[in-house]
């Protein structure tokens, strides 16, 4: 393999450090910017390479030792290695290349980055895949492979207790999630197995424990089939198959962004596309005259029925946005989307630009699709005011940002 001395010029969207050699972008997996290394290429393509670091010949200031002794094999985190105040400004610059480079924004309004009041235990969900032989872990860095762990160091401590009191040897697992209500203290334990086939358990804990069909079912076992979680003093419910933010406190902070630039005088109707199981419409819902919610999973939209059964002027929308957006009445004031990782297609953007909203406030958590989808709403008339970044995933190459544009 071929050996190269690279300095480490900027951070990709992915996590690796980006040097250049002879012309050609060689992305490099642990390194940070402002770095000398050598590193030895393990994969070299037509316009692109990837290397391994073999030696750091001048670190950067903000190097520091990983706490975890699985970093650098398990493919769960991608940080660890940089000092926190760093990777903030790190993800910052990545959201800002992203509307530069992608968006064709030549000053996006970015703000700082949000911290993390917790950059490690954060998180109230963790989802772990099974070795060959049985054991639990997380998958390998860019591979399949799975790496039995003994501590994840971002998972939040009541994940963690409950985790080293499993026994789950002998179980035809194909996946197991860990849940819990940071605010509530409710845990759920969540088995993936073959065939569907129910374990048979008995436990000691407070734990509900729930088996997921392959066609995403709920098959409950003990306890409940779904938890609580509080955020900004209101309690949702969220079934197992049902998506939540994984960062209560950051998912607080998210919340209170959308409600301010919303605006809301009491008169508005509001749209929430993606709405999941309520979050940001039962924080809108008491500013608003009218809000309508469109979810397609099944689940979660029979939580957000749940969650938002106190509000009468709430209407819960099962299908997807390009199918159910068409067929409602509007104007909208404000439109709110949290689309997934791929963000919104061009027919759900064309159903909701057809509502005429005045403003959108668009929650994404990939910096290049918020970048596309940002192009496509500026051409389409609207103006971008302000980009929030939020670290909803500290130690990881992931963020989650709040974007807002009022038409122009």
Same mark, same amino acid.
């Given at each position: 393999?071929?050996?190269?001395?690279?300095?480490?010029?900027?951070?990709? %969207?992915?996590?690796? +450090?980006?040097?250049?050699?002879?012309?050609?972008?060689?992305?490099?997996?642990?390194?940070?910017?402002?770095?000398?290394?050598?590193?030895?290429?393990?994969?070299?393509?037509?316009? #692109?390479?990837?290397?391994?670091?073999?030696?750091?010949?001048?670190?950067?200031?903000?190097?520091?030792?990983?706490?975890?002794?699985?970093?650098?094999?398990?493919?769960?985190? %991608?940080? @660890?290695?940089?000092? #926190?105040?760093?990777?903030?400004?790190?993800?910052?610059?990545?959201?800002?290349?992203?509307?530069?480079?992608?968006?064709?924004?030549?000053?996006?309004?970015?703000?700082?980055?949000?911290?993390?009041?917790?950059?490690?235990?954060?998180?109230? @969900?963790?989802?772990?895949?099974?070795?060959?032989?049985?054991?639990?872990g997380f998958q390998a860095m860019r591979s399949h492979r799975v790496i039995p762990i003994t501590r994840c160091w971002i998972a939040h401590?009541?994940?963690?207790?409950? #985790?080293?009191?499993?026994?789950?040897?002998?179980?035809?697992?194909?996946?197991?999630?860990?849940?819990?209500?940071?605010?509530?203290?409710?845990?759920?334990?969540?088995?993936?197995?073959?065939?569907?086939?129910p374990p048979l358990l008995e436990t000691d804990l407070r734990v509900s424990l729930v088996l =997921?069909?392959?066609?995403?079912? +709920?098959?409950?076992?003990?306890? =409940?089939? #779904?938890?609580?979680?509080?955020?900004?003093?209101?309690?949702?419910?969220?079934?197992?198959?049902?998506?939540?933010?994984?960062?209560?406190?950051?998912?607080?902070?998210l919340v209170r962004r959308v409600r301010e630039w919303a605006d809301l005088r009491g008169t508005e109707a509001v749209l929430d596309a993606y709405g999941g199981v309520g979050l940001f419409a039962a924080h =809108? +819902?008491?500013?608003?005259?009218?809000?309508?919610?469109?979810?397609? %999973?099944?689940?979660?939209?029979?939580? +957000?029925?749940f969650n938002l059964s106190g509000f009468p002027h709430v209407e819960i929308r099962m299908g997807t946005v390009e199918e159910v957006a068409p067929g409602l009445e509007g104007p909208f004031d404000v439109v709110v989307v949290d689309p997934p990782r791929t963000g919104c297609s061009p027919e759900a953007l064309e159903a909701l630009q057809a509502l005429r909203p005045s403003r959108w406030i668009y929650v994404s958590c990939d910096p290049a699709t918020l970048a596309r989808d940002a192009r496509r709403l500026i051409d389409a008339g609207y103006r971008l005011v302000e980009v929030q970044p939020f670290d909803m995933f500290p130690q990881t190459y992931h963020i989650e940002t709040v974007s807002l544009f009022v038409r122009a």
């Open positions: 393999m071929t050996r190269i001395r690279l300095t480490l010029e900027q951070i990709a %969207h992915g996590g690796e +450090a980006i040097g250049r050699h002879e012309g050609k972008v060689i992305f490099v997996p642990f390194g940070i910017p402002g770095e000398q290394v050598e590193i030895e290429v393990v994969e070299d393509h037509r316009s #692109y390479a990837r290397g391994r670091i073999l030696r750091v010949l001048r670190p950067a200031p903000e190097r520091v030792d990983p706490p975890c002794p699985h970093f650098g094999t398990c493919g769960g985190c %991608h940080f @660890q290695h940089i000092a #926190y105040e760093a990777q903030l400004r790190l993800k910052e610059a990545v959201v800002r290349d992203a509307l530069r480079r992608i968006g064709k924004i030549e000053d996006p309004p970015v703000r700082p980055m949000i911290p993390s009041p917790d950059p490690f235990g954060y998180r109230n @969900q963790v989802q772990f895949s099974v070795s060959a032989d049985g054991r639990l401590p009541m994940l963690q207790e409950l #985790y080293e009191a499993l026994e789950i040897e002998g179980l035809p697992l194909r996946r197991l999630t860990l849940r819990c209500g940071v605010r509530t203290g409710d845990r759920m334990v969540i088995f993936e197995t073959e065939g569907d086939e =997921l069909t392959q066609e995403e079912k +709920a098959v409950l076992l003990i306890g =409940l089939d #779904y938890l609580t979680e509080e955020v900004d003093g209101f309690r949702f419910r969220i079934s197992a198959p049902s998506f939540f933010q994984t960062n209560t406190a950051v998912a607080e902070a =809108l +819902a008491p500013f608003a005259r009218r809000v309508v919610l469109i979810e397609a %999973h099944p689940a979660a939209a029979a939580d +957000a029925r």
